[in-house]
């Protein structure tokens, strides 16, 4: 089977991620090398650091 390897340049997602045991509501607007997020509000998190982590989730499973 030939492998396939996808890149995502643009595209707005929105969900919830794990981070340090709380869950966190997001968006982020995904434009070429640009990552742009806002975190739900409510949440009490260090919002660098949880960018940071999901910028690495979105290098890792969507830029091929």
């Known amino acids: 089977m030939a492998e396939t390897r996808i890149r995502v340049t643009t595209a707005t997602l929105e969900g919830e991620m794990?981070?340090?045991?709380?869950?966190?509501?997001?968006t982020a607007e995904i434009s070429r090398e640009r990552v742009d997020v806002?975190?739900?509000e409510r949440s009490n998190v260090d919002a660098w650091r949880a960018f940071r982590l999901l910028e690495r989730w979105i290098?890792?499973?969507?830029?091929?």
């Open 18 to 26: 794990l981070f340090e045991g709380q869950r966190v509501g997001f």
């Open 38 to 40: 806002r975190f739900d």
């Open 59 to 64: 290098d890792e499973n969507l830029r091929g």
